[in-house]
T-cell receptor
Framework: GENVEQHPSTLSVQEGDSAVIKCTYS??????FPWYKQELGKRPQLIID?????GEKKDQRIAVTLNKTAKHFSLHITETQPEDSAVYFC??????????FGAGTRLTVKP | GAVVSQHPSRVICKSGTSVKIECRSL??????MFWYRQFPKQSLMLMAT?????????EQGVEKDKFLINHASLTLSTLTVTSAHPEDSSFYIC??????????????FGPGTRLTVL
């Protein structure tokens, strides 16, 4: 089955700096890669996603890149703000089947 | 649109009792719903895939007789934790895909249910 690895487990940056979180996946058939932000005790919130036929996607301060050959994808957050502090999860899925999550990255943005 | 609800949001029970958690898609139909468990400071672990009108598919290591799943309609799936024990205490989250979404990419998550077994 699919195995998703995520790094780093914790990340601390100064406000205004960029943050990068990386994930790798094992199943080359995976075709959908979402990123979720989760605050304590709440549901995961989709922040950006990418399909396997696209190499990069951007939404304001957030971007995701996908390298299908290497089977890895990354989340980039620019101009970080304290409200970006949360746990971020990557995931990989073979649509419309189940989704596997990475272990999570706790991002702390220091004012 | 694409709202998923869960009930209850929080439950505390005694060891040995059974607890039922409901997951509803409020404004869309979902032939497939997914149940996850999340322990503190850990990731979401898929427990089972709930299929409307058929048996659920359980992940390896998840006891199907302990975690009973019923998906009786296109908008409701239930997870029953039978004979709950303290080690079952966790955050249980369901999700569903919206069939109206042409390629069914996004999964919509419920708000979660915090189960505490004393």
């Amino acid at each position: 089955g699919e195995n998703v690895e995520q790094h780093p487990s914790t990340l601390s940056v100064q406000e205004g700096d960029s943050a990068v979180i990386k994930c790798t996946y094992s199943d080359s058939a995976s075709n959908y890669f979402p990123w979720y932000k989760q605050e304590l005790g709440k549901r995961p919130q989709l922040i950006i996603d990418i399909r396997s036929n696209v190499g990069e996607k951007k939404d304001q301060r957030i971007a995701v890149t996908l390298n299908k050959t290497a089977k890895h994808f990354s989340l980039h957050i620019t101009e970080t703000q304290p409200e970006d502090s949360a746990v971020y999860f990557c995931a990989a899925s073979i649509v419309p089947y189940d989704m596997r999550f990475g272990a999570g990255t706790r991002l702390t943005v220091k004012p | 649109g694409a709202v998923v609800s869960q009930h209850p949001s929080r439950v505390i029970c005694k060891s040995g009792t059974s607890v039922k958690i409901e997951c509803r898609s409020l404004d869309f139909q979902a032939t497939t719903m997914f149940w996850y468990r999340q322990f503190p400071k850990q990731s979401l672990m898929l427990m089972a895939t709930s299929n409307e009108g058929s048996k659920a598919t359980y992940e390896q290591g998840v006891e199907k007789d302990k975690f009973l799943i019923n998906h009786a309609s296109l908008t409701l799936s239930t997870l029953t934790v039978t004979s709950a024990h303290p080690e079952d205490s966790s955050f249980y989250i369901c999700s569903a895909r919206d069939l109206r979404d042409g390629d069914g990419n996004e999964q919509f998550f419920g708000p979660g249910t915090r189960l505490t077994v004393l």
